[in-house]
């Protein structure tokens, strides 16, 4: 029996990462919205970065999984950057009034992982024992 094709899915740090390099089916899509939430839950991320720069076509039931895997991550408390939009599908999301509120877009994977570390640092507070002024 031939298994499910699978979109990995790479741990790094207290982040995921979704690279999707292959063509979208709506079949493959469920499959990556189940993974993705049973790995936050297994994993404990903080982060997860949907990399679409290998995404040439998105219909509208694709773009709202994509989408709606963002919403769920962040309904679980994971901060969600979808990054490598090609600038064509970009244009099709707007004329489609996608709302990505709540989800941060990136241009690269560079930039997804620079504004997650930038989210921890903003959430590590140090603790002081005592007046400040010590």
């Known amino acids: 029996m031939l298994e499910t094709m699978r979109i990995p899915i790479i741990k790094l740090y207290d982040n995921l990462i979704v690279s999707i390099q292959v063509a ?3 079949k ?3 499959q990556l919205k ?3 939430t049973m790995e936050i839950e297994k994993t404990g991320a903080q982060g997860l970065i949907v990399d679409l720069s290998g995404v040439d076509v998105m219909d509208s039931y694709i773009s709202r999984a994509i989408r709606d ?3 769920v991550a962040r309904l679980m408390g994971v901060k969600t950057v979808l990054c490598g939009l090609d600038p064509m599908i970009a244009i099709n999301l707007v004329e489609m009034d996608m709302n990505l509120e709540g989800i941060m877009t ?3 994977m560079e930039s997804a ?3 997650l570390r930038e989210q921890e640092a903003e959430q590590t507070v140090p603790f002081h ?3 400040e002024n010590e």
Do not use: A, H, K, Q
């Open 69 to 71: 895997i963002g919403v």
């Open 129 to 131: 024992f005592g007046p």
């Open 24 to 26: 979208l089916s709506d």
């Open 34 to 36: 189940d993974d993705v």
């Open 113 to 115: 992982i620079e504004y």
């Open 106 to 108: 990136t241009l690269n």
């Open 28 to 30: 493959l899509v469920r």
